[in-house]
């Protein structure tokens, strides 16, 4: 799908002027300046073959998307108990649907990484990122024919800021001071503190903009948004069926199906089932284990993007042992990270470096600043021994809900650490109540996250010393620090630093061991087109798949 | 007659007792979790602020006794409760799932029951035959896979080459012939797992009967060995025969959640299976509650029959 | 052809296997005393089959450190290796040996269902007799006891069981022997119903016999038939839903291994056409056919019928 395969029609002339105006011309066409005839009827002028100049206009064809058409998603995370209140959507089947296909948020991700506008056209920051003005977009209707307003978008973000609404987006919209309505179509939102990431947290999948009751409240039970589609039949976690919305903002330029029917399907072996029969056109979470068999499928390809989802396995630093960062670092160096991506996760991803910053993060070290660590036996020994440690015993509690391959993941671990004098008893814990029971009580357990799109999310989340999340129950007053520090600087260079740093201290001194950074793998039949460069923030495109994916 | 009309009256009103019973064993058992939905609902993302405002807007905080007097209330008014997590009424979101249940059960039924009769009957009449080893040795087999297993491979010959859908994902209102088709596989997996057992009970307690002495007095008789079969030792072969079909059909309607998420077939199991996942009591609740009502109504319709049958049971007690 | 070919190797395997039954069961007339060799003479061959099969898996769990090449944990190669010298039945995703954990396998799975099998029959084949032989008030009290269990879908309540009492193996065999011992109450209830109304018992009764003597000397041997018939069943069916905890993530304790999650481990590769995880179903299969062959052999002697 990357450009080299693409047919350029310079090539097949010699000198360096008709090769300048061949690419200007096959550029002009493919951006849509000129039509067919033009094009071929010039490029032959050129000297170009009529083959290569077919190839070209075929490939601009197959790129431009068509109108019309099903697309039906065999998707993992559905639960009879799914509900569209926004505050409670969990998992990936209620995320596309809610935000992908129903209630665009204010803002979305673009496939580079960059916030863009969504329901929200453009914002301006003040007063030290602590004042945000965003000017909506005029005349987005929603699906029940009323016109957008600020107090829809404030009501909206609102409702997440309500204790009494138990929303899983509060996390989020913690650091909103007040957000208010300014005229009909624009909204101010005053912040505690500065922060310079306000427009990528706004894409949060609980933020979802819902009609505004009138009375403060949003109405969320009749699944009525703004978005590319309507929602038609809805199954809780079993199946949804949504219809193309005639008057949707952006018609035209995204949202090119009649209708996207979503199944859930949480089996992996009856999702590939339902992918190489025909009954559904794309999955997602392909097993590792699978994918490379599922390319030798016919009509099936496979997708492929590594963010930030993340395994994990916390350590939790105020309980013995792991209270001495000596056992700390010794437990880093039993892990041989290399094998357990090769093994787990079958290749499917990157090696980690007990840092939270992944792939798809902005100020991510680099391997020169911040060593890729190994695994070294003689290494964990030495630390085990400044602890005053000849060996040691310890327990890891992991269940495949931690992260798929959890449990055998321990079990290469406990080889491998046998080298060092360590003793680790897999304790296999039920998938059911992990997240109660398990992570975040017991010592040393498995975990994954699907990481964030900055750094400071994710470590004010769930490495800051009071993070409710704080998943290590870590205490490191100068990374605390340099987190708020880092939060208001505004040079760019020296904000770098700063998060490189944080990177360092993590690493040597926190509790968490990563061992690896995890792709999303994804199947989709060839009468599905999937644009060239997909958003890597969410699988199936930042789960908006059925706007930016178009029928064959 | 009027013997088995009374205990009928009498099993019904130990039915009700039964079903009490167990939906205080389930509350309890369901309370005894660890967690609960408002810690399920939000995950990895669960403060001490967010449960506790969940809990009092679902009634969570209310004391356990207090809770299940008001769901008991409820029941005894013909109100299922709302399910915690969707706050909608439960009747709605079990109904075409119960549906479902029953269509698939009914239909596996229609092909085991038969089936393993026929097979029980002929391998007891040609004991030790090849026939009877064969049917045994292929029923056992069947039932030694695990059903998911089972289901994978059906998947593989028959769906992935086209023939049946891999994905029986009906409801209410597909038509009838395309249910039949969409649900042939977990029908054919489910009968694979449900008829060795059957068959073989049925094998077993014809052998049984037929080493009594009244049988051998048939034998010297020279009645044919199919007769006696028949009309001789079935009718005596009735109670274990009874118990052992309802207690499989009992299983169809109850037990097949594997094969439920298998074919993603929407049936009640996987329900209840959510419900315990999220901690959604009424839910939960609801679905043990019909669960029990098939389970003890098919046993009281195995008793009755064993017993219309056993001349000696009818006589006594 | 690929038909013919696969009926062709499944003849091959039935003859070799009832060649393998006549070599054992000619053995085992040689070694026995006399009394014992009539017995066997008698067996049919796919008895003396089971038994061999029987008698190999049963070695197989007690000596599987001095059987297996490789440790059941130790991890050997990079993973999925295929078949081999070194590896007979190639190494899983993690690379250890396959072969290695089928022989351990078998100590941890038959050992636990075999445990968990024979306390179920112990309990409901005891209370089942007893509820038919007392009748009247116990009879109805156990018997809505046991329903209130058994009206409980096995895999909900042992899902919700493991759940709360954590899962490990004693935990384990206690759940799924209780859940299974109310299914064993109900055949052993309904079998003796009809003995109790025969006249032995009744006149044992009148002779003044306690109730245990009653249950073990005089119902027992008559029920015998019909339960063990279900023993056989009940011990793959603990098999089996040991594998189907394991689906839903629940089960043994890794690294052990058992059959039910090495099916599970590797199921989604028969979606491929890799015949992988036929191999641990084979062994459960193998093992409750072999199990059911001997009791069909013992419910047929025990019959007394001679044709």
């Known amino acids: ?552 | 007659m009027s013997k088995v009309i009374t205990m009928i009256i009498k099993r019904l009103g130990l039915g009700i007792l039964t079903l009490l019973l167990l939906s205080l064993l389930i509350f309890l058992s369901v309370e005894a979790l660890p967690g609960d939905l408002a810690e399920t609902i939000l995950g990895q993302q669960a403060t001490p602020e967010n449960v506790a405002a969940i809990r009092k807007e679902l009634g969570l905080d209310l004391p356990a006794y207090t809770r299940y007097i008001n769901w008991l209330g409820g029941i005894l008014q013909g109100d299922f409760g709302n399910s915690l997590a969707l706050k909608k009424p439960i009747s709605g979101l079990i109904a075409p799932r119960l549906q479902n249940t029953l269509f698939l059960t009914l239909y596996t039924a229609c092909i085991a029951v038969p089936l393993a009769l026929m097979l029980g009957m002929v391998a007891s009449l040609f004991r030790n035959s090849f026939f009877d080893r064969i049917s045994n040795t292929t029923a056992l087999s069947a039932i030694s896979m695990p059903e998911f297993f089972v289901g994978y491979v059906m998947i593989y010959f028959f769906a992935l080459s086209g023939y049946f859908p891999s994905m029986a994902n009906i409801n209410p209102n597909t038509p009838f012939f395309d249910k039949l088709y969409l649900c042939f596989l977990p029908a054919v997996t489910l009968t694979l797992v449900v008829t060795a057992h059957m068959m073989r009970m049925t094998r077993a307690a014809i052998i049984n009967v037929l080493a009594l002495p009244y049988i051998e007095m048939a034998n010297l008789k020279g009645v044919k060995p199919r007769r006696i079969i028949v009309h001789h030792a079935l009718p005596n072969a009735v109670a274990p025969i009874v118990n052992v079909v309802a207690l499989n059909l009992a299983y169809l309607v109850t037990g097949v959640v594997i094969v439920e998420i298998v074919f993603v077939f929407p049936g009640l199991g996987q329900l209840m299976v959510d419900g315990v996942k999220f901690r959604d009591v009424p839910v939960v609740q609801a679905t043990a509650l019909i669960f029990a009502t098939a389970y003890v109504g098919l046993n009281l319709l195995a008793d009755i029959i064993s017993t219309i049958t056993n001349p000696r049971l009818m006589r006594q007690r | ?307």
């Not at chain 1, 903009?209 to 109405?219: A, E, F, L, R, T």
């Not at chain 1, 390809?301 to 994990?312: P, V």
């Not at chain 1, 995890?518 to 087109?529: A, K, P, V, W």
């Open chain 1, 1 to 552: 799908m990357s450009n080299s395969d693409k047919h350029d029609i310079s090539t097949e002339v010699s000198d360096k002027e008709t090769q300048q105006k061949a690419k200007s011309l096959q550029a002009s066409f493919m951006s849509g300046k000129i039509n067919r005839r033009d094009f071929v009827a010039t490029s032959m002028a050129l000297g170009v073959s009529l083959a290569g100049a077919t190839a070209v206009v075929s490939e601009v064809e197959a790129a431009t998307p068509k109108q019309g058409g099903r697309l039906r998603i065999g998707i993992t995370g559905g639960a009879t108990s799914d509900v569209l209140d926004p505050g409670k959507i969990l998992d990936a089947y209620m995320i596309n649907v809610s935000m992908g296909q129903v209630r665009p948020n204010m803002t979305k991700i673009n496939v580079d990484g960059s916030a863009g506008g969504d329901l929200a056209e453009s914002w301006e920051p003040s007063n030290g990122a602590k004042t945000w003005k965003f000017n909506l977009r005029k005349g987005v209707e929603f699906h029940n024919g009323k016109t957008m307003d600020s107090t829809d978008v404030a009501d909206s973000i609102r409702y997440h800021t309500i204790e009494a609404n138990g929303s899983g987006g509060s996390g989020v919209v913690s650091g909103i001071a007040s957000i208010k309505e300014d005229g009909k179509d624009a909204v101010i939102i005053e912040l505690n503190e500065g922060n310079g990431d306000l427009p990528i947290l706004l894409s949060d999948y609980h933020l979802n903009i819902c009609p505004s009751k009138g009375d403060g409240n949003i109405d969320w039970e009749s699944g009525i948004g703004a978005g590319a589609y309507t929602l038609e039949e809805h199954e809780p976690g079993v199946r949804t069926l949504t219809k193309k919305f005639a008057n949707y903002y952006n018609t035209g330029n995204e949202g090119y199906f009649d209708e996207i029917e979503t199944l859930g399907i949480s089996d992996p072996t009856a999702r590939l089932a339902a992918l190489s029969t025909g009954a559904v056109d794309a999955i997602n979470n392909v097993p590792q284990k699978t994918a490379s068999r599922l390319k030798s499928m016919a009509n099936v390809k496979t997708l492929i993007s590594t963010g930030n989802k993340q395994a994990t396995m916390p350590m939790l630093c105020d309980i013995d042992p792991y209270t001495d960062q000596n056992v700390r670092n010794a437990m880093k160096h039993i892990v041989d990270r290399e094998e357990l991506l090769d093994k787990i996760f079958f290749g499917y991803g990157e090696l980690g470096n007990d840092s939270p910053v992944g792939p798809a993060n902005y100020f991510r070290a680099t391997t020169d600043e911040l060593p890729q660590r190994q695994y070294d036996p003689e290494k964990a020994k030495y630390y085990l021994k400044q602890a005053g440690m000849s060996s040691l015993s310890v327990k890891f509690h992991a269940a495949d809900t931690g992260f798929t391959g959890a449990v055998d993941a321990g079990a290469l671990m406990r080889e491998s650490a046998k080298a060092a004098g360590i003793d680790i008893e897999v304790v296999r814990e039920p998938n059911d109540g992990y997240w109660s029971n398990v992570w975040m009580v017991k010592p040393w357990s498995a975990c994954y996250w699907s990481g964030r799109p900055t750094e400071d999310w994710i470590f004010s989340q769930i490495y800051y010393s009071k993070a409710d999340w704080n998943d290590t129950h870590w205490n490191n007053s100068g990374f605390d620090k340099l987190l708020v520090e880092a939060r208001a600087e505004t040079d760019e260079a020296k904000r770098r630093d700063m998060y490189v740093e944080m990177q360092r201290i993590v690493h040597t001194d926190g509790g968490l061991i990563l061992p690896a950074f995890l792709s999303e793998i994804m199947g989709y039949r060839t009468n599905i087109s999937v644009p060239g460069k997909i958003a890597n923030n969410w699988e199936l495109d930042g789960h908006l798949c059925s706007r930016r994916w178009w029928r064959a």
């Open chain 3, 1 to 307: 052809m690929a038909y013919i070919l696969t009926l062709f190797w499944i003849i091959v395997a039935v003859l070799v296997s009832l060649a393998a039954g006549w070599c054992f069961r000619a053995a085992l007339i040689q070694i026995s005393g006399p009394n014992m060799a009539k017995v066997y003479r008698t067996a049919p061959l796919t008895a003396s089959f089971g038994l061999l099969v029987i008698i190999i898996y049963i070695l197989c769990a007690i000596f599987a450190p001095l059987i297996a090449p490789y440790g059941e944990a130790e991890i050997l190669s990079g993973g999925f290796m295929p078949w081999s010298q070194e590896f007979w039945l190639g190494t899983d995703n993690l690379g250890r040996d396959v072969f290695s954990r089928l022989i351990y396998g078998a100590r941890n799975t038959v050992g636990i269902a075999f445990l968990t099998t024979a306390l179920a029959f112990i309990f409901g084949t005891i209370i089942g007799i007893y509820a038919a032989l007392r009748g009247g008030f116990i009879d109805q009290v156990l018997s809505r006891l046991i329903d209130v269990l058994m009206a409980i879908p096995s895999l909900i309540f042992s899902l919700l069981m493991l759940t709360i009492f954590g899962t490990n193996v004693l935990t384990l065999v206690i759940v799924i022997a209780t859940i299974d011992s109310t299914r064993v109450f109900r055949i052993a209830r309904a079998v003796a119903l009809n003995i109790v109304q025969l006249d032995y018992i009744e006149a044992a009764k009148l002779r003044g016999e306690n109730t245990l003597y009653l249950i073990i000397r005089e119902i027992l041997p008559n029920a015998m038939a019909p339960l063990a018939a279900e023993f056989g069943l009940r011990f793959c069916f603990v098999f089996l839903m040991i594998s189907a905890l394991s689906f839903m993530g629940l089960g043994l304790q890794p690294p052990l291994a058992d059959w039910g999650s090495m099916v599970r481990d590797n199921a989604d590769l028969i979606s491929f056409g890799d015949i992988t995880p036929l191999i641990p179903a084979g062994a459960i299969a193998l093992l409750t056919i072999a199990v059911n062959f001997v009791v069909d052999w013992m419910l047929h002697r025990a019959s007394g019928l001679k044709d």
